[in-house]
T-cell receptor, first 113, second 114 residues
Framework: SQELEQSPQSLIVQEGKNLTINCTSS?????LYWYKQKYGEGLIFLMM?????EEKSHEKITAKLDEKKQQSSLHITASQPSHAGIYLC?????????????FGTGTLLAVQP | NAGVMQNPRHLVRRRGQEARLRCSPM?????VYWYRQLPEEGLKFMVY????????ESGMPKERFSAEFPKEGPSILRIQQVVRGDSAAYFC????????????FGPGTRLTVL
């Protein structure tokens, strides 16, 4: 079965610093989603990537999918306390025959003022 | 346009009781997904439904758990004879279409079994 591994598991950065979170799949991805979860709350959709080499940005967050479609990175520029939370990558299994998302274990981000 | 609604937000049950979790998808969405987040574990798929049909229930425990999405009204996740191991956050998501359509999540229902 397909698995998603995220690194690092947790991250503490000073406000204003850049950071990168990685998501690696054991198999080719059909679609890759990034979500953010605040403790005790639901998931907020950030971005979706589908094509190899694709890159998307929204405000200070950039997500990329590698050419082989097995690894994605989420980069935050000039981090702010509002960026704190748990970042989850989710993927549709290769083949696209199902709609069930498989999620990584999450990366806990803390931003120190 | 209201997002995905779930209620209750918090639910406490004693062992052996029934738990009913409700999910109203976003307006215009006809596909509903349920996920469970156990303490110290990741988010796991449970079931995918369309109106009046269960499409994929491969993640549902074989016993005590059932889900429905009737023609009218919210989707319901029902857990009979709850046990302490059922304590978790249950999230509902909805999408307008299938395939790579983005799934939008509700705030979740946090179930505690005493």
């Amino acid at each position: 079965s397909q698995e998603l591994e995220q690194s690092p598991q947790s991250l503490i950065v000073q406000e204003g610093k850049n950071l990168t979170i990685n998501c690696t799949s054991s198999k080719t991805l059909y679609g890759l989603y990034w979500y953010k979860q605040k403790y005790g709350e639901g998931l907020i959709f950030l971005m979706m990537l589908q094509k190899g080499g694709e890159e998307k940005s929204h405000e200070k967050i950039t997500a990329k999918l590698d050419e082989k479609k097995q690894q994605s990175s989420l980069h935050i520029t000039a981090s702010q306390p509002s960026h704190a939370g748990i970042y989850l990558c989710g993927a549709l299994p290769a083949g696209g025959a199902t709609n069930k998302l498989i999620f990584g274990t999450g990366t806990l981000l803390a931003v120190q003022p | 346009n209201a997002g995905v609604m779930q209620n209750p937000r918090h639910l406490v049950r004693r062992r052996g009781q029934e738990a009913r979790l409700r999910c109203s998808p976003m307006k215009g969405h006809s596909h509903v997904y349920w996920y469970r987040q156990l303490p110290e574990e990741g988010l796991k798929f449970m079931v995918y439904l369309q109106k009046e049909n269960i499409i994929d229930e491969s993640g549902m425990p074989k016993e005590r758990f059932s889900a429905e999405f009737p023609k009218e009204g919210p989707s319901i996740l029902r857990i009979q004879q709850v046990v302490r191991g059922d304590s978790a956050a249950y999230f509902c998501a909805s999408s307008p279409l299938t395939g790579t359509d983005t799934q939008y999540f509700g705030p979740g229902t946090r179930l505690t079994v005493l």
